[in-house]
């Protein structure tokens, strides 16, 4: 981190960084806004009917973004081993340190949204986005993912702030692995403390795990679990990661589900869909496909969002 960002930190590190009179409600709800993420359609998504009756013991997240349907699902049902993972060592890092580091992590980041609200003008808080998006970047390569360490504090508060002042909070990294989206220069949202407190608290009880998703599913068996799988969507935004999902990685999956459905596991996933394009479908011919409709999250401005449609696979 630069001089002149150690200077400011250093500046407001004496201002009073209270978070407000916010409800204590122990509502969980996603912290990182995601590209895809499933919060507005969760109410049409069909769960089994296997989790009513307590025979579901295990939750298994491959794909976990921004955690829509855990947050949802562990509030209303009880697992005795939950597991969420992602290709992106840098979401992975981010929950961790929200787990395991919930107080420095608020520290950290409160400190650098006040920095970014006091100044005055757009180019200010633009030329402050892109300090901090530089350095984001630039430290990628000193970052140690293996394990845990103090390091990652930082880290993870600046994904947080880059995501909330971000255009159209998207988290997007090109081929080399930089987060490139531009600064939307506007305000964000203040931080929720007690939020963030209960989320971390939640986490504290969930294996956590870096990782291709066939690797996680590969470790799966038995009749009483659950596994939900939204991966990047065909021919629509998937520059998430440095490395696209192909049209290989997707009958990869469909291979995997098809593993794991002979295991006797249940299997929600959400996918692609297209009119004139059915490869999607036809990968998971046999299984049940239900059609939802939801909107894109990717536009910054709400009006612009265009209502689309994707697909519900099940096998039961």
Not at 294 to 314: F, G, P, Q
Request: aromatic share 16%; net charge neutral.
């Amino acid at each position: 981190m630069n001089y002149i960002l150690n200077e400011q930190i250093a500046t407001y590190n004496q201002i009073n960084l209270g978070f407000g009179n916010y409800s204590e409600s122990k509502k969980l709800y996603p912290i990182l806004k995601w590209a895809g993420g499933k919060s507005r359609i969760y109410k049409h998504l069909k769960m089994p009917i296997s989790l009513n009756e307590g025979r579901v013991k295990n939750y298994y997240e491959p794909f976990f973004g921004g955690g829509a349907v855990f947050f949802n699902l562990i509030q209303s049902f009880k697992f005795e081993k939950c597991v969420i993972s992602d290709i992106n060592e840098d979401l992975i890092l981010f929950y961790r340190v929200v787990r395991n580091s919930p107080l420095k992590f608020i520290d950290f980041s409160e400190k650098y949204f006040e920095i970014y609200n006091h100044l005055s003008t757009n180019n200010e808080k633009k030329n402050f986005y892109e300090e901090i998006r530089s350095t984001y970047n630039i430290e990628r390569f000193n970052i140690d993912y293996e394990g845990y360490y103090e390091s990652h504090i930082p880290r993870a508060a600046q994904m947080f702030f880059l995501n909330k002042t971000c255009w159209g909070g998207l988290y997007r990294q090109n081929s080399s692995g930089e987060f490139n989206t531009p600064c939307a220069q506007y305000k964000p949202s203040k931080l929720i403390k007690t939020h963030i407190m209960n989320v971390s608290n939640v986490l504290k009880e969930v294996e956590i795990i870096c990782s291709d998703f066939q690797h996680i599913c590969e470790r799966i068996a038995g009749n009483d679990t659950f596994v939900y799988l939204d991966p990047p969507y065909k021919d629509q935004f998937s520059d998430y990661y440095k490395t696209h999902f192909s049209d290989k990685d997707q009958e990869r999956l469909s291979e995997v589900f098809k593993d794991l459905h002979d295991k006797g596991v249940f299997l929600m996933m959400n996918n692609s869909y297209s009119e004139e394009d059915k490869s999607i479908e036809i990968l998971y011919n046999g299984f049940k496909i239900n059609y939802i409709n939801s909107i894109s999250t990717i536009a910054n401005d709400v009006s612009k969002r265009i209502k689309i449609k994707e697909l519900l696979i099940t096998n039961y």
